[in-house]
């Protein structure tokens, strides 16, 4: 009798406890990341309220049996939420934040220079955010354009797949700053410059001159194939072959072209090339 | 007889402030020693294909990520992230480390391993998007007391970059099951 008393005692001990103390709280499964929203919990007296977040930690007071408001600024972060609630016990609930609208865009483009008419040359590539740099995994629409600086723009659409769009661009024809721009929806473009510079030089051609009894070589002026200047400073070799051998002398473009002279004693074969490209042949007879 | 009783009573009454406390206060969980285990699954990775030395690299240093991530998000020590961490993962936590130390909370976590799956390498090499699959053993503390603990399998989607000698955690979002 004494025992069943005692049983009886504590049993309803135990459930008063659980029942006094087991708040219960109620949370939106997903939540727009920046918006205001509120928990619901149930019991009574008063408590401490937690919001564990990916990038956030929040501690206060509140009273239970009540709504608890979540400012905007605490659900900035895409992610998973614990909100926890504490009296003599503690009870949890879990939500999803989801990224807002789309608004930013983290672009990367390669190379920095790059040289002209080269296909599939340079990569672009769009991670898409929200105001609060939050990833959207829902696909989007990024639209990629080159914007020469002279001419018209050239775009190319691709959809985001898990928040990334990319694309392969080939350079333009003419050497000089290109911008390659991308953009979401109707916010402001990202714009990347990349220097466009001329390529390898084409038909290379040299021509002698005397001057002074002094047998020099120059180059006409070293362009690419679509007409651009290859930069001062890139290297020309200029080979001599006579009776004594074979002589080279390396020259860096200056103004446009490449001169160097070479003295000359009988007859020789003065051949000209710029990397891998290689140019006339000369023979002369020493003066 | 009514001593008795009344000696009883206290008793139940003892035992069950005893339950009420246990409920609300588990054991502390001990950190699982040495770095967690990584596995990466690169075959469905694109456009670039991966090079061998960052296939291997790269669960390694996502691996002491993590590791650095349960030490600074345990000891509230921001300093710890800049090892593996960057950009926006680094703000993220950073941030979440001056609000655990305002508060006196903490976050300690028990690592179970992580699943990678490589989803997107940039053309040029540059960046590398993931999803983890990681079990996690989680403890949210209030000082010394637990406020809540469970156990976890939580997605996310990485994005990592190189670095000087190492690739860096640049981006880690949680997200809800497959997408």
Redesign the interface.
Known sequence: M?IR??TV??SV??LF??GA?AAELRAPDHVKAGTTFTITSSGSGGG?F?L????????RKVDSGSEIAVQSEEVE????Y?A?L?G???T?THF?VQAADPERLSF?V??SRVPVDDPNAM?A?A?VFDQF???I?QPQSVTFSIIPKSGSAVTEERRS????A?V?LSSGRREGPTKIAASVGKNDEEIRIVQQIASDACNLRMRPEWVSNKFFVETDPVRDCSGNNVPDGTVVSFTMTDSNGKTTVDVPIKKGIAKVEMPISGSARITVASGVVTGNELNVAGR | MKA??KI??G???L??LI??AG??SSPVVRAAEGIPQVELNADNLA?RPIEELTSKVVPRDYAHAWQTLAEALDGNRADLLNAYFTG?AK???T??IA??KR???H?HFVDHGHKLDG??Y???G??M?LRDQARLEVQ?L?GTKV??S?TLT?NY?V?MTPGADRWLVR?L????GQ?
Do not use: M
Request: negative net charge; proline residues 5%; hydrophobic residues 40%.
């Open positions: 004494r008393d005692w005692q504590f001990l135990l406890g659980i103390y401490t937690y564990f977040g990916p990038a956030s930690a929040v501690k972060h895409a992610g998973r614990t926890v504490c003599s016990e503690c949890a999803y990367l390669h190379p990569s590539v991670l740099h939050n990833l995994q797949d898990q928040g990334i990319w392969r | 008795r009783r009883l009573g008793i139940a009454v035992a069950g339950v009420i409920i609300g456009p926006l703000e993220n936590f941030s979440k609000d655990q508060t006196g909370l976050t989803v997107f940039a053309p040029a540059d960046a998007q949210l209030d406020v809540h469970e939580q989607i994005l981006d979002e949680p997200v809800q997408q």
